[in-house]
């Protein structure tokens, strides 16, 4: 027998993709995009202003995650790029920043300038430059490059909330005060409400146009899918029947296309992995059980400390077999784990009310069980298998000398 290479039981029997494997990840751009036909042609006949040498309106489109807000908006940049170079009278500049990333006045100006500013030497710093400085000088950079700018800005209702409205009122000024060239912002929010915390003149001078995107409902999401199988998968690969499944849980979920596409996607790699030769239903449930561990996995990961020690009393009491725990046990239990790692313990009335976050994220379920004459306790239950939950807990360095720590059936901690 020769020697089995290490990766040799790695090595996918079958591929059930095309070449194209990126067009079911979410930064593919299609060429088309179905059900967003209205939105599109919306959003390029407010853009066409800019062909013509003039400013287009500010617009702000809103939708909840998933709608295709980021995908149309990069599409029609795509387009008008194009278009650019066949019928504009000035030149255009179509700039993306996602406020999730670029998060602070400074960075958008500076972002936004750097586009205008060839020679490194002379590129705004990351930091360290007052803001009018940079203010100036991207307002001198922009005008003296003549053109129209479309600046957009993705999830700005996060930059609102952090630093609030100035920095909007900053680029419409820089846009009131240049003489050769315009700005024009398209802000994308999940938050219909956003625009509550806008001064009413940037509310009103940032809304001049809004477009509003509807979740997709099961049949629209079946047409989103269906286009993105085709270009990735190989024929008969995946069936109608898979793909109408994943819709409707996507359709169940929000009307999200990305939760669709992930799903579908995971589906895909689960059946490869298996080694099948089509994706079928327990492939989809199998990776729809996946993407909701992953999520809970990730939750508990990013929980604070004191709520990673409540759930770790919640583990210890059911790996020790009991099938009850009132919040009192509870907390007696967590106040001693909290001692033993040198932290004080919360109030009881703050530990329910993480038990209560905890159980709205899903990590746990609490139901009350009458138990008659002995009146009602609260059953307090892990969503995850108790070794798992330990697992993530204790790669938190604060935690894991507790790693050795057992409950007895009494209740009792045991170090
Ligand atoms: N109509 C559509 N046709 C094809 N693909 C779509 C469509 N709508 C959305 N998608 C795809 O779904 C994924 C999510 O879409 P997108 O990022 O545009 O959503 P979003 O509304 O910007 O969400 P978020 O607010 O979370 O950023 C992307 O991969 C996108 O290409």
């Known amino acids: 027998m020769g020697q089995v290479n290490l990766f040799e039981k790695h090595m996918r029997k079958l591929s059930l993709f095309k070449g194209n494997r990126e067009a079911l990840y979410p930064d593919y751009l299609p060429d088309s995009l179905p059900h967003r036909e209205k939105e599109i042609d919306r959003l390029a006949e407010i853009l066409v202003t800019a062909l013509e040498g003039n400013k287009p309106s500010n617009v702000l489109i809103f939708g909840k995650t998933g709608t295709g807000k980021t995908a149309v908006v990069r599409y029609v940049g795509r387009e008008l790029k194009r278009a650019e170079k066949v019928y504009a009278k000035k030149k255009i500049e179509y700039i993306y920043l996602n406020c999730e990333t670029v998060d602070t006045p400074y960075s958008i100006l500076q972002n936004l300038g750097n586009y205008f500013i060839e020679d490194w030497d002379e590129k705004i710093p990351f930091t360290g430059w007052p803001m009018d400085k940079v203010f100036s000088t991207v307002k001198e950079r922009i005008d003296e490059w003549n053109g129209i ?8 209702d996060k930059l609102v909330a952090k630093s609030g409205d100035d920095i909007l009122y900053q680029l419409l000024l ?10 024009s912002v398209i802000g994308i929010s999940n938050e219909l409400k956003f625009t509550d915390l806008l001064d009413p003149r940037v509310k009103s001078r940032l809304g001049q146009e809004k477009l509003i995107f509807s979740p ?152 009350v069980k009458s138990f008659g004459r002995y009146g009602r306790t609260k059953i307090i239950e892990l969503a995850l298998p108790v070794q798992e939950v330990k697992k993530i807990i204790f790669e938190d360095e604060f935690l894991a000398e507790l790693n050795e720590v057992k409950l007895a059936s009494q209740k009792k901690l045991f170090f």
């Open 216 to 367: 997709y409902n099961a049949f629209q999401l079946q047409d989103i899918l269906s286009e993105r199988v085709k270009i990735a998968v190989k024929d008969d690969a995946v069936s109608d029947e898979v793909i109408s499944i994943c819709a409707a849980i996507a359709a169940q979920e929000h009307g999200d296309a990305r939760r669709a596409i992930d799903l579908l996607r995971i589906s895909i790699e689960i059946a490869e992995r298996e080694g099948a030769e089509k994706v079928t239903d327990r492939h989809v449930y199998l990776a729809k059980n996946k993407i909701e561990m992953d999520c809970i996995t990730e939750a508990i990961k990013t929980l604070p400390l004191h709520s990673k020690i409540v759930l770790l009393g919640i583990a210890l009491n059911e790996e020790a077999g009991n099938n009850t725990l009132t919040t009192g046990e509870l907390y007696h239990i967590y106040s001693t784990l909290s001692k033993r790692i040198g932290a004080s313990p919360l109030t009881q009335r703050r530990v329910s009310d993480l038990i209560s976050d905890m159980d709205m994220l899903g990590l746990i379920s609490t139901k």
């Open 174 to 183: 820089l846009d009131s005060e240049m003489k050769n060239s315009r700005l």
């Open 149 to 156: 700018v479309v600046l957009v800005l993705d999830e700005i």
